[in-house]
């Protein structure tokens, strides 16, 4: 996992909030894990039961990577 560091402002009572529902402690701690769940729910927000489990696996795997594809340029 590659990590950076940063100076950001955080809102405190968001970060607490944040703290609590994650069950998490320590600013870093926190923040990443909330960034990882913002991209759980990206993955979530378009499953389709039908089309991500009713196929075959490689039907599966295509209509996820075609989901999640980059935008080209």
Do not use: W, Y
């Not at 703290?19 to 990882?36: D, F, H, P, Q």
């Not at 729910?41 to 980059?70: S, Y």
Request: avoid cysteine; glycine fraction near 6%.
């Amino acid at each position: 996992m590659r990590m950076a560091r940063t100076t950001v402002d955080v809102d405190e009572r968001a970060l607490d909030a944040a703290r609590i529902e994650l069950g998490t402690k320590g600013l870093s701690a926190t923040v990443n894990a909330a960034l990882r769940e913002v991209g759980r729910r990206r993955e979530l927000a378009d499953f389709d039961v039908v089309r991500d489990i009713d196929g075959t696996p490689a039907q599966v795997h295509t209509n996820r990577r075609e989901r999640f594809a980059e935008p080209q340029s």
